[in-house]
């Protein structure tokens, strides 16, 4: 399968800016993603964002994509705690049957 | 407002059972999947379907079967359970001409 590679961990003060970070593969993943699971439940879209996009904004999310360097990110402005959870890219390459998952970052946010 | 409904939520088995979790979506998707998720290691892909009849194998399928029956329904049964198969399953599901999949609430299944 494809490799989508994420950091395990990050833990942010209430209230400053979390990036939270993706590689993958697959250069002809046509939408990458962005997915939230809070405790103790399945998967909830956040965002995702074309290919041909280098950027997509959608209120507090920030979604930035480098092509070249395969790289994906996620910035959430002023963090908060309820933003505290597990943050999964994915890519979906082809626009085929499978979709690609990393590991998962866990977002702590402190208040 | 169903969307993806998994059940158990929770389930203890014995080494050498078998069981079934079972998925059933209301949206008349297409596509199903059966995910896993162990810790650290993200998502990883059992089974999946494109349509009532047809199923395929995902990066993880060993020790796992699903049928599909019809387009509402994606069970996925565990013959002889092992300690191994320990894990959170996820159901998810996609409409053919959509382009994000839509996950259950998950089921907690531990082997001892």
């Known amino acids: 399968g494809e490799d989508v590679e994420q950091s395990l961990f990050l833990s942010v003060r209430e209230g400053d800016s979390s990036v939270i970070n993706c590689t993958y593969t697959d250069s002809s993943s046509t939408y990458l993603y962005w997915y939230k699971q809070e405790p103790g439940a399945g998967l909830q879209l956040l965002t995702y964002?074309?290919?041909?996009?280098d950027m997509k904004q959608d209120q507090r999310l920030t979604v930035l994509l480098n092509k070249k360097d395969k790289h994906l990110s996620l910035r959430i402005a002023d963090t908060q705690t309820g933003d505290s959870a597990i943050y999964f890219c994915a890519e979906n390459p082809n626009t085929g049957n499978q979709f690609y998952f990393g590991t998962g970052t866990s977002l702590t946010v402190i208040p | 407002n169903a969307g993806v409904t998994q059940t158990p939520k929770f389930r203890i088995l014995k080494i050498g059972q078998s069981m079934t979790l079972q998925c059933t979506q209301d949206?008349?998707?297409?596509?199903m999947y059966w995910y896993r998720q162990d810790p650290g290691m993200g998502l990883k892909l059992i089974y999946y379907s494109v349509g009532a009849g047809i199923t395929d194998k995902g990066e993880v399928p060993n020790g796992y079967n699903v049928s599909r029956s019809t387009t509402e329904d994606f069970p996925l049964r565990l013959e002889l359970a092992a300690p191994s198969q320990t894990s959170v399953y996820f159901c998810a599901s996609r409409p053919q001409s959509g382009n994000t999949i839509y996950f259950g609430e998950g089921s907690w299944l531990t082997v001892v």
């Open positions: 964002i074309f290919s041909n996009m």
């Open positions: 949206m008349n998707h297409n596509y």
